[in-house]
């Protein structure tokens, strides 16, 4: 059973350019949380997926970032526009159940985005 | 000032010292998490709590919900426990919200 799976690990873009972050949940698992970790800074939620569906946006930029999780193929983080405050670790977490806790969520390798 | 803060920042111990990693927040919570980060950035869940202790291996996790106080516990520590150790709480307000420490690095040293 592969764990969640993220790709690119490494993403370099230039200012203006889009930058796509893709999971693959855990097989059988229908959540998905999406986090970012700036450089010396803790994790911060940003969003949080069912299938088709977002649940809870609350700490996504209202500008620029988009999510989607879809019927098929992963879940897709979106950011149009990258700044260099934009420089990050993304990373996704998946779980099965509806409870929010991150006890049970299981979390990818992250994608690290550089932006130059 | 943060609404979770993590001390120390960072920690050395020689192999088979006792670790105690704190955590204070300063919001209603209905949870609270240890996570560990590995160097390469893998994160796991350690602990869940929302009372008293509870232990998992050398691991032993607390939390003073009066005292809004956590400490992770590592006893006889060994080089492989060098990582990021993360404190997260869940807001009673929306259970999604996660609130994160900056993390406390530790380093043992064989």
């Known amino acids: 059973n592969a764990g969640v799976m993220q790709n690119p690990r490494h993403l370099v873009r230039r200012r203006g350019q889009e930058a796509r972050l893709r999971c693959s949940p855990m097989k059988g698992h229908s959540h998905v949380y999406w986090y970012r970790q700036l450089p010396e800074e803790g994790l911060k939620f940003m969003v949080y997926l069912q299938k088709e569906n977002i649940i809870d946006e609350s700490g996504m930029p209202k500008e620029r970032f988009s999510a989607e999780f879809p019927k098929e193929g992963p879940s897709i983080l979106r950011i149009q526009q990258v700044v260099r405050g934009d420089s990050a670790a993304y990373f996704c977490a998946s779980s099965p159940g509806t409870s929010g806790s991150l006890s049970e969520q299981f979390f990818g390798p992250g994608t690290r985005l550089t932006v130059l | ?110």
């Open chain 2, 1 to 110: 000032k943060n609404e979770v803060e993590q001390s120390p920042q960072n920690l050395t111990a020689q192999e088979g010292e006792f670790i105690t990693i704190n955590c204070s927040y300063s919001v209603g919570i209905s949870a609270l998490h240890w996570l560990q980060q590995h160097p390469g950035g893998g994160i796991v869940s350690l602990f869940m709590l929302s009372s008293g202790k509870k232990k998992h291996g050398r691991l032993i996790a607390t939390i003073n919900i009066q005292e809004k106080h956590s400490s992770l516990h590592i006893t006889a520590s060994h080089p492989r426990d060098s990582a990021v150790y993360i404190c997260a709480v869940s807001s009673t307000a929306n259970n999604n919200d996660m609130r994160f420490g900056a993390g406390t690095r530790l380093t043992v040293k064989p």
